[in-house]
T-cell receptor, first 115, second 114 residues
Framework: EADIYQTPRYLVIGTGKKITLECSQT?????MYWYQQDPGMELHLIHY???????EKGDLSSESTVSRIRTEHFPLTLESARPSHTSQYLC??????????????FGPGTRLTVT | DQQVKQNSPSLSVQEGRISILNCDYT??????FLWYKKYPAEGPTFLIS?????DKNEDGRFTVFLNKSAKHLSLHIVPSQPGDSAVYFC?????????????FGTGTRLLVSP
């Protein structure tokens, strides 16, 4: 059973606020990812991590930052939220082996609205 | 430039019939393809995958077909059930380009009516 958690599920916040989206997994996966998805659009990779102390930017440029201090935890931070950051943010993780990479397990997502 | 395209935003099928979801890709370096299923307010769930060395992979009611020359893959669901109603995402990856990122299509919303 895949266990990956995201909090909060929904967040409405004003412009200029600092926010952190939490993501945790209990599967011991080494790889973790953050995707951004707008309605009716594809998922875009914005950050990924091979493991502890490893973070890389994805295909879609994002003003957010991430950290990976513990294997199970991969939070995403926006220092100053703007309306253009309004989107759904999905966290995912994948396993230790080469073939298990593809079976990325996704959290339920955080729907962020910046007013 | 979209490398993975799902040109049908929606599909309606009757229960018991076959559902066929299509996906096209442009990057010839892609060598692994996946289908994910997404219910509202949930994250995508891995459904089935296929390597480029195969042209078909079957798992229960789900079969994925790959036509490399046409850069096209399809997902067949037989028989379709109302619980299959969801958004289906096609994804692709190129294993020989370093970190194996997944590139997703925009999704097809499947509605299976009783």
């Amino acid at each position: 059973e895949a266990d990956i958690y995201q909090t909060p599920r929904y967040l409405v916040i004003g412009t200029g606020k600092k926010i952190t989206l939490e993501c945790s997994q209990t599967m011991g996966h080494d790889k973790m990812y953050w995707y951004q998805q707008d309605p009716g659009m594809e998922l875009h990779l914005i950050h990924y991590s091979y493991g502890v102390n490893s973070t890389e930017k994805g295909d879609l440029s994002s003003e957010s930052t991430v950290s990976r201090i513990r294997t199970e935890h991969f939070p995403l931070t926006l220092e100053s939220a703007r309306p253009s950051h309004t989107s759904q943010y999905l966290c995912a993780s994948s396993g230790l082996g080469r073939d298990t990479f593809y079976e990325q397990y996704f959290g339920p997502g955080t729907r962020l609205t910046v007013t | 430039d979209q490398q993975v395209k799902q040109n049908s935003p929606s599909l309606s099928v009757q229960e018991g019939r076959i559902s066929i979801l299509n996906c096209d890709y442009t990057n010839s370096m892609f060598d692994y393809f996946l289908w994910y299923k997404k219910y509202p307010a949930e994250g995508p769930t891995f459904l089935i995958s296929i390597s480029s060395i195969k042209d078909k992979n079957e798992d229960g009611r789900f079969t994925v077909f790959l036509n490399k020359s046409a850069k096209h893959l399809s997902l067949h669901i037989v028989p379709s059930q109302p619980g299959d109603s969801a958004v289906y995402f096609c994804a692709a990856s190129a294993m020989n380009t370093g970190f194996q990122k997944l590139v997703f299509g925009t999704g097809t919303r499947l509605l299976v009516s009783p």
